[in-house]
Nanobody
Framework: QVQLVESGGGLGQPGGSLRLSCAASGFIFSPNATVWHRQAPGKQRDLVAVIISGGTTNYTDPVKSRFTISRDNAKNTVYLQMNSLKPEDTAVYYC???????????WGQGIQVTVSS
């Protein structure tokens, strides 16, 4: 049974940093694409960052130069390093994964990130 589990969320300060992790059981990240999405209260779920099997990454404009998606194949974990946090980064963050980033086959339960002073 495949399970993706996000961790590392919580309360962050404006201008501060948080690192989210997505760990998998029953699934290998390295030959697949992994996507971080987020959903703020009352808003649609939006793509934040993508890493594909070859390691190429892409980001939505609001987080470019602030967030970094990476993958540790040895630990079978994908990370989202979030720097220079802003209150508008407050959302539930979800990890999705699958052969194609546009149509993931597995996802986690989500984790709350709140940016507030």
């Amino acid at each position: 049974q495949v399970q993706l589990v996000e961790s590392g969320g919580g309360l962050g300060q404006p201008g501060g940093s948080l690192r989210l992790s997505c760990a998998a059981s029953g699934f290998i990240f390295s030959p697949n694409a992994t996507v971080w999405h987020r959903q703020a209260p009352g808003k649609q779920r939006d793509l934040v960052a993508v890493i594909i099997s070859g390691g190429t990454t892409n980001y939505t404009d609001p987080v470019k130069s602030r967030f970094t998606i990476s993958r540790d194949n040895a630990k079978n974990t994908v990370y989202l390093q979030m720097n220079s946090l802003k209150p508008e980064d407050t959302a539930v963050y979800y990890c999705y994964a699958g052969p194609l980033w546009r149509s993931p086959t597995h996802w986690g339960q989500g984790i709350q990130v709140t940016v507030s002073s």
